[in-house]
């Protein structure tokens, strides 16, 4: 199995090579995205970050009177698992996902 949000020409090569009989979905580039969708991209500094999300969520997002859905990356099961327990702690439901 290949999974990739993009497929440049050399994932899209590597993949007729290595697979029998790919199959490639694609979204409908007009549908890919909700118009409600908000998207946002913050650069923080590491020593900040823990800071930051709870500003985030709690002044920016208003988690404890709403409640929305907001999706979070993290680089590592450590750091899915360390986020998990901190917002568990501060009565946000949480749910870590991560693969092995």
Do not use: W
């Amino acid at each position: 199995m290949c999974f990739s949000a993009t497929l440049p020409d050399a994932i899209s090569n590597f993949a007729k090579t290595g697979l029998r009989n790919p199959v490639v979905v694609k979204l409908d580039q007009e549908h890919k995205i909700p118009d409600t969708l908000e998207l946002k991209f913050f650069y923080v500094r590491n020593e900040d970050k823990e800071a930051v999300l709870m500003h985030l969520l709690f002044s920016i997002i208003g988690i404890e009177q709403k409640s929305p859905l907001v999706l979070v990356f993290v680089a590592t099961k450590h750091h899915v698992e360390y986020l998990e327990f901190l917002l568990q702690h501060t009565k946000i439901p949480v749910a870590g996902l991560y693969g092995d």
